[in-house]
């Protein structure tokens, strides 16, 4: 069971980036998936979720109405495009699956398999 990040980096305020997940040994149809992030000395913090057919999706705060998470079970990715990135966006974002839900959940202690995760940095 592996998920594995892509299409972090450094990006000046205001810019985009789009984050990709991809699940392999098992399939993600049936399970809500999540994208967290972490910063040095604080704790993981939830992102955003989606339900597992996508039906639903739930955002905290401080990215509602910049990012939008997305789901392709045909391929078994989940995406999280971020737009107008603020310099407090600067993190490791992880993708994970919950694996005993099909909602959404923003706790971190519900997910089952985490990814190595992907830095993104935006600049000032």
């Known amino acids: 069971v592996q998920l594995v990040e892509s299409g972090g980096g450094l990006v000046q305020a205001g810019g985009s980036l789009r984050l990709s997940c991809v699940a392999s040994?098992?399939?993600?149809?049936?399970?809500?998936m999540g994208w967290f992030r972490q910063t040095p000395g604080k704790e993981r913090e939830f992102v955003a979720a989606i339900s597992w057919n996508g039906g639903r999706t739930y955002y905290a705060d401080s990215v509602k109405g910049r990012f939008t998470i997305s789901r392709d079970n045909a391929k078994n990715t989940v995406a999280l495009q971020m737009n107008s990135l603020k310099p407090e966006d600067t993190a490791v974002y992880y993708c994970?699956?919950?694996?005993?839900?099909?909602?959404?959940?923003?706790?971190?202690?519900?997910?089952?398999?985490w990814g190595q995760g992907t830095q993104v940095t935006v600049s000032s």
């Open positions: 040994g098992f399939s993600v149809d049936d399970y809500a």
């Open positions: 994970a699956a919950n694996v005993g839900s099909r909602g959404v959940v923003d706790r971190s202690y519900e997910y089952s398999y």
